[in-house]
């Protein structure tokens, strides 16, 4: 397997905690999405996932993007180290869960986004960390209330799922914006238990080859 990766990028974060989790093997790629006006753009990469988003998970004939197809797709794959409870409430709940962050949260802060609205449209600085905080914010209300009878290491149960691989990647961009997540206790005692294991400390940003 190869996977097309940015070290930044949440949604590549996302994928190379699972890839820990289950100890799987993927040789990583980086395609850096400042340099050069963004190696994402170039022909090389656009053959390669014509949304020119990262990651693109490549297992044989299969090219995948989307992180949360790629997640599934590794549980079915790979169901020995699971990452979805057996229960379907259960993993009903997971899924809205990560979906919350993916959907929700996720696109209307991603790299593109901000890109979009310091150049096309010419806000400042200022403004676009205020429409940054503000989505967080709204967002991890919700995943908060979400997280009510959490045990406070993971978001649901005794193991980590698919929800922590989406969580800690956009807590980690929160706290790199600066924003007060002291409202958040759930999610501030998952972030800290989870970073304690190597499967999300190897994952994360300044862990990664193309760091810096």
Known sequence: ???YTYFRSSAAYRVRIALNL???????IPVHLV???GEQHGEAYKAINPSKLVPTLVDD???????????EYLEDQHPEVALLP????????VRAFSLAIA????????LRVL?????????????KNQWYTHWVLTGFNTLEAQLSESNGQFCFGDQPTLADCCLIPQVYNALRFNIDLSAYPKIQA?????????????????AQQDAG
């Open 22 to 28: 289950k100890n799987l093997n993927a040789d990583q």
């Open 86 to 93: 057996h229960d379907p409430k259960q993993r009903a709940l």
């Open 61 to 71: 004939e299969l090219k995948l993007s989307q992180s949360l197809s790629i997640l």
């Open 103 to 110: 959907c929700d949260i996720h696109p209307l802060n991603n």
């Open 35 to 37: 340099k050069n006006g």
């Open 1 to 3: 397997m190869q996977l």
């Open 190 to 206: 998952i972030y800290q238990h989870c970073n304690q294991l190597d499967a999300f400390k190897n994952a994360a940003p300044e």
């Open 115 to 127: 890109q979009y609205l310091t150049g096309t449209l010419e806000v400042s600085e200022e403004q």
